[in-house]
């Protein structure tokens, strides 16, 4: 595997469809190491390597991920998908990624008043 991923290839029998469950695999792992590789140098430009500038890049990234979960799941709803697939998509429970975002979901549909 390469960590440069403007070389990857595909078969169309091998792309998923969404909803699927998540994964770790190398397509996952050479994305995200491009990312850190990338966000370690915008930050710390000189700590490439260091294991604490990492950690901090890992974090702001997963921090980063989570926030954009709930506005991910309205657009999912947006789009008509229904909570089964969007609890598939995030590997937890249909009645929980209910009770996590239907009020974010719903809000977005709310026309905004000025």
Not at 43 to 49: A, E, Q
């Amino acid at each position: 595997m390469t960590d440069d991923i403007d070389s990857v290839s595909l078969f169309i029998g091998d792309v998923s469809v969404p909803p699927a469950l998540p994964r770790t695999d190398d397509d996952s792992r050479a994305v995200l190491a491009k990312a850190l590789e990338s966000l370690v140098l915008l930050r710390f430009p000189l700590s490439l390597g260091d294991a604490t500038a990492e950690l901090h890049c890992l974090a702001s990234m997963i921090a980063e991920a989570k926030a954009r979960i709930p506005d991910a799941v309205a657009d999912a709803r947006d789009q008509d998908h229904r909570w089964e697939e969007i609890a598939t998509s995030l590997r937890i429970g249909t009645r929980t990624v209910r009770r996590r975002f239907a009020i974010h979901a719903r809000s977005r549909l709310l026309p905004m008043n000025d």
